[in-house]
């Protein structure tokens, strides 16, 4: 059917359906040439996108949306990296105590090290690549690089010390995960972070380590978190800007993990000050309250709108 197409044109429609099912083929009209989508997205957007989409006893479904999806997480995978690589200078020490932070997200990477090596020994790769996508870009990119700003940029240079140092295990282990799947982006941002030997395809696979794994700060961080997203999204509710900052009364009986993420409720909940009142206020008149499965948030109308 493709006549004297490339190769690597009819190996690509051999496998491929487009986006209604149908077999790509040059009869059908619906032919697509990989190099061509590869210079518009990227080789690893194009993997991706494919491996994506692989499910046992079936053909791919292909789709520009699926490709683009793909490209925009190979940027998001560079711009961590870039955060990364320019809060990496200075001391990195791992023997100094951790966070609660560093320490939920070495315990998330602990999780997704495990699961990501059974889904390959199974071959099957769309839930590893799944499980990869939504560990970097929920649990690393969007909560871990904004945890991490609190003591990189605040003045305890242990703590920094402590946080750089999970930061680079946490992002060089991450693209040897994602290595398989994006070879080029992965080994581009490895050759320029720290690293031992000449590539990141002959390095160690990373292994699930017990010591990294810390439930009860992983619980505890998952609660700080709830309070954190519950507060920002009361406050968008509100059409509150993150520029103004209020007052925050945390109500709980398990005060000791908000009190171990003050800063990042500080920072992240744009709160002035956070206060831990054993009870209830007795008038809540002019408070807003933010209720999560065990804490109470108060936070003074007057200091959210006029």
């Known amino acids: 059917q493709m006549g004297k197409a490339p190769f690597h044109t009819v190996l690509f429609h051999g496998l491929v359906r487009d986006s209604q099912g149908r077999k790509m083929s040059k009869s059908l009209g619906n ?178 380590r017990p010591e990294l794994s810390f439930p009860e700060e992983e619980s505890a961080m998952e609660a700080v978190m709830d309070t954190i997203k519950a507060i920002r999204a009361r406050r968008s509710e509100m059409n509150v800007p993150p520029s103004k900052k209020a007052e925050l009364m945390i109500v709980t009986d398990q005060a000791e993990p908000y009190q171990q993420g003050l800063h990042f409720i500080q920072r992240l909940a744009y709160a002035s000050n956070v206060t831990f009142p054993e009870t209830a206020p007795a008038d809540v008149t002019g408070l807003v309250s933010v209720v999560t499965h065990d804490a109470t948030a108060y936070l003074p109308l007057s200091e959210l709108v006029d």
């Not at 997704?112 to 499980?131: C, G, P, T, W, Y």
């Not at 999970?166 to 799947?181: A, D």
């Open 31 to 208: 032919g697509i040439d990989p190099l061509e989508v590869i210079a518009q997205y990227g080789a690893d957007a194009l993997r991706f996108a494919l491996i994506q989409g692989v499910a046992p006893g079936n053909d791919v479904r292909f789709s520009d949306e699926k490709v683009l999806s793909a490209r925009n997480f190979a940027n998001k995978v560079w711009n961590a990296s870039r955060f990364a690589l320019m809060n990496l200078e200075g001391p990195a020490d791992d023997s100094l105590p951790k966070n609660i932070a560093d320490k939920w997200i070495l315990t998330r990477l602990n999780d997704a090290i495990r699961v990501v090596s059974e889904h390959l020994n199974d071959f099957d790769l769309a839930m590893a690549a799944q499980k990869l996508y939504d560990f970097i870009w929920s649990e690393l990119c969007d909560w871990y690089l904004e945890l991490a700003k609190a003591p990189l940029y605040g003045e305890d240079e242990k703590a920094a010390s402590a946080t750089r140092a999970t930061l680079k295990y946490v992002l060089t282990s991450t693209l040897k995960l994602l290595h398989p799947f994006m070879p080029f982006i992965t080994e581009e941002i490895w050759q320029a972070l720290p690293h031992e030997g000449d590539f990141i395809m002959t390095s160690q696979w990373p292994e699930y």
